[in-house]
């Protein structure tokens, strides 16, 4: 499972998993459940989570790189904490944000986020799949002989 996999839709609470689009929708599936819906996409609007970004001092910050950081800082806050809690844990998360743009309720909306993709055990892949790209051994490509092409054989003419 990968971000782009991962979708916000607008009037929906959660985080959900795209299966397939239609052209009125698409099929989604709450992330850590197996039931699948129809979505209209006349009703609701999809982001997928690989391109939200964070306002930043000098341009932009992916929310990816916003989740590395707080997988590496291990105290993260409940989504009720205190204004002056969160915002102090955003700051040592991504300390070059842009306090004007990044509102409190946006920053408990990606700690949110970050907890649910936790739980459904996203980040524990990420670090499985580094682990087994650095302890595979590369293959060394070994070129085959090639088969002798058969001979055809000629064809008797045929009879009338």
């Known amino acids: 499972m990968e971000l782009k996999e991962i979708l916000a839709i607008s009037k929906l609470p959660g985080l959900y998993q795209m299966i397939t689009s239609r052209d009125n929708g698409i099929i989604v599936t709450p992330l850590g459940e197996q039931k699948s819906k129809f979505v209209s996409s006349r009703q609701h609007m999809f982001t997928p989570l690989e391109n939200?970004?964070?306002?930043?001092?000098?341009?932009?910050?992916?929310?990816?790189?916003?989740?590395?950081a707080m997988k590496a800082n291990d105290k993260c806050p409940e989504v009720k904490a205190a204004?002056?809690?969160?915002?102090?844990?955003?700051v040592a998360i991504a300390p070059e944000h842009d306090q004007q743009r990044v509102y409190t309720s946006d920053i408990r909306k990606m700690i949110k986020w970050f907890k649910s993709l936790d739980e459904v055990g996203m980040f524990k892949e990420e670090?499985?799949?580094?682990?087994?790209?650095?302890?595979?051994?590369?293959?060394?490509?070994?070129?085959?002989?090639?088969?002798?092409?058969?001979?055809?054989?000629?064809?008797?003419?045929?009879?009338?």
């Not at 499985?128 to 650095?134: P, T």
């Open 127 to 160: 670090k499985k799949e580094e682990s087994v790209k650095k302890d595979k051994p590369k293959k060394e490509k070994v070129a085959k002989p090639k088969k002798a092409k058969a001979t055809k054989k000629e064809s008797k003419p045929k009879k009338k």
């Open 52 to 68: 939200i970004t964070v306002y930043t001092n000098t341009g932009s910050m992916e929310l990816a790189e916003i989740f590395k």
């Open 83 to 90: 204004d002056k809690d969160i915002r102090a844990y955003f």
